[in-house]
T-cell receptor, first 113, second 112 residues
Framework: EPEVTQTPSHQVTQMGQEVILRCVPISNHLYFYWYRQILGQKVEFLVSFYNNEISEKSEIFDDQFSVERPDGSNFTLKIRSTKLEDSAMYFC???????????FGSGTRLTVV | AQSVTQPDIHITVSEGASLELRCNYSYGATPYLFWYVQSPGQGLQLLLKYFSGDTLVQGIKGFEAEFKRSQSSFNLRKPSVHWSDAAEYFCAVEIEANNLFFGTGTRLTVIP
């Protein structure tokens, strides 16, 4: 069964450093998403991406965050200057079309120290 | 305000017993509805989804869910729980903004 692949599975970074979280969505999917889950809290929407541009973003997705699809396969989330409160599990997801259900990756656990 | 409510934070059931996990949503129209399961350290796996039509939907691993418009509910059920079902379960809704809103989750513990 096709999978969404995320790397790395766990990343530790110092506060103020930049991090890039990587995702390889399912190849024929057109919609891409990032979600995050702070420990013990619910999964929160960050951003959706379609046709090489952001289609929706939440209040969490401020200027410190950016997304990119640098080639035909990867979808990245960059946090420019990490803060302690950015520590969370970050999930990438992709969807074939709207309202079709998302396939999530297994997540990247980001720890900011 | 739009919301997804899972009133049960933690449920414990005996193996072989039936299970029902509750989910209520608050939206003006009927959204697309989903149930996801998250095993420890794992990603989110789609159990089932409802878009339209038959209000009782079947999913993977023997799960089913029933959409009740009058109650704005989409409860997840399984007639006989297995120890491997122990996990966190999330109800989610998708509206026209093309993103998912998740409930806070229900942790299921299965005892022998």
């Amino acid at each position: 069964e096709p999978e969404v692949t995320q790397t790395p599975s766990h990343q530790v970074t110092q506060m103020g450093q930049e991090v890039i979280l990587r995702c390889v969505p399912i190849s024929n999917h057109l919609y891409f998403y990032w979600y995050r889950q702070i420990l013990g809290q619910k999964v929160e929407f960050l951003v959706s991406f379609y046709n090489n541009e952001i289609s929706e973003k939440s209040e969490i997705f401020d200027d410190q965050f950016s997304v990119e699809r640098p080639d035909g396969s990867n979808f990245t989330l960059k946090i420019r200057s990490t803060k302690l409160e950015d520590s969370a599990m970050y999930f990438c997801a992709s969807s074939e079309r709207e309202g079709y259900g998302y396939t999530f990756g297994s997540g990247t656990r980001l720890t900011v120290v | 305000a739009q919301s997804v409510t899972q009133p049960d934070i933690h449920i414990t059931v005996s193996e072989g017993a039936s299970l029902e996990l509750r989910c209520n949503y608050s939206y003006g129209a009927t959204p697309y509805l989903f149930w996801y399961v998250q095993s420890p350290g794992q990603g989110l796996q789609l159990l089932l989804k409802y878009f339209s039509g038959d209000t009782l939907v079947q999913g993977i691993k023997g799960f089913e869910a029933e959409f009740k418009r009058s109650q704005s509910s989409f409860n997840l059920r399984k007639p006989s729980v297995h120890w491997s079902d122990a996990a966190e379960y999330f109800c989610a809704v998708e509206i026209e903004a093309n993103n998912l809103f998740f409930g806070t989750g229900t942790r299921l513990t299965v005892i022998p």
